[in-house]
């Protein structure tokens, strides 16, 4: 048999089935399909999981950076491959938690335009839809802070798995708490929304 033959092709498919554990063992190798593919997976949720902390656009980049970082920092000293996303999912809310006090501390304008309507509607489509999301960010910070964190992590559509990881709760009790998140948000935005 050829040293080719015995070696497997890992190009972006297999990649993307394997498995945590095996992916973290490739990276540490060396292996940059296997980064990518780490990188794949799990950068959407480290997103959500950085503006569900109500970071502006710019913090939230620098916060999955930072997360990122830290795992190539701390690579070889990962106790556990297979819980990789987990791990993740709890550095980036650490250092969102960090970029949120800092800016706090050094206030700055927050709204970054992530929302553009399309230029083909009318002014007052524009208007109208702007006071609705007005609306539901009003309600949305008027919830608790779990519950906050909660709907911007689906906001992302993240798996319940990747929610659980990010909030700390068991994956089976991220379905009522969502239902009973959803419904405050309804009641707080009243019957004529």
């Known amino acids: 048999m050829s ?25 540490r190798g060396g292996d940059g399909d296997a980064w990518a593919a780490l990188t794949r997976r799990y950068t959407g949720m480290l ?11 710019n913090d939230a980049a620098d916060v999955v950076q930072t997360a990122w970082l830290r795992l190539v920092e701390r690579l070889d ?29 050094w206030p700055h304008d927050a709204h970054d335009g992530a929302v553009h309507p399309p230029a083909s509607r009318t002014p007052e489509g524009v208007w109208t839809a702007r006071e609705r999301l007005r609306r ?22 993240p798996s319940y798995t990747d929610v659980a990881a990010a909030l700390g709760m068991p994956v089976g009790s991220i379905g009522p708490t969502r239902t009973r998140c959803l419904t405050a948000l309804r009641q707080r935005l009243g019957d004529d929304f």
């Open 3 to 27: 040293p080719q033959a015995s070696r497997p092709a890992y190009g972006p498919p297999l990649a993307e089935a394997a498995s945590p554990e095996e992916l973290v063992g490739r990276a």
């Open 47 to 57: 997103w959500a999981i950085a503006r569900s902390h109500g970071l502006s656009q």
């Open 77 to 105: 000293a990962l106790r556990d491959p297979r819980r990789v996303g987990a791990w993740l999912a709890v550095t980036t809310a650490r250092e969102a938690a960090r970029a949120r006090f800092r800016s706090a501390q």
């Open 136 to 157: 539901v960010a009003e309600a949305l910070e008027e919830l608790p802070e779990r519950c906050r964190r909660l709907l911007r992590l689906f906001a992302a559509s």
